[in-house]
């Protein structure tokens, strides 16, 4: 059994900050669960542009409101606490928080990220071995 708190994950080398997100990642690819489980917080008023070519992404909305837009189609759907997006197709977009609060967001990865992924220039976070 693998027993964690946020608070010590957040203590810990699996906090990851970058430029308009911060990720608590509690569940890794070492873990061998076959996913990877996170609490990302998107700092209010950015807008960050995701692609992730190499994984399948769930996220739900803990606390704050944003809205994603599917860069494909140009569908933009609101993010408010109890929304559940799915990025099933590797669908390429742009996640934006409002200006008056950080988005708190509880999310799944598959393949699981090792843990100190970051985006590259594309939005895409490299896939491991």
């Known amino acids: 059994m693998i027993v964690r708190t946020l608070e010590e994950c957040r203590q ?10 911060e990720s608590t990642r509690m569940l890794l690819k070492d873990d061998n669960m076959g996913f990877s489980f996170h609490i990302t917080t998107i700092y209010k008023n950015t807008d960050t542009h995701i692609h992730y070519k190499n994984h399948l992404e769930s996220v739900y909305c803990v606390s704050g409101r944003g809205e994603i837009e599917t860069l494909a189609d140009g569908k933009v759907y609101p ?3 109890g ?6 197709q590797n669908d390429e977009h742009q996640l934006r ?5 950080d ?3 509880a ?5 699981p990220l090792t843990g100190q992924e970051v985006h590259d220039k594309d939005g895409v976070y490299p896939l491991s071995e």
């Open 12 to 21: 810990s080398e699996r906090r990851v900050v970058a430029e308009n997100w």
């Open 79 to 81: 993010i408010e606490p």
């Open 83 to 88: 929304t559940l997006y799915i990025l099933d």
């Open 97 to 101: 928080a409002c200006q008056d609060e």
């Open 103 to 105: 988005m708190v967001m």
């Open 107 to 111: 999310c799944v990865f598959n393949p």
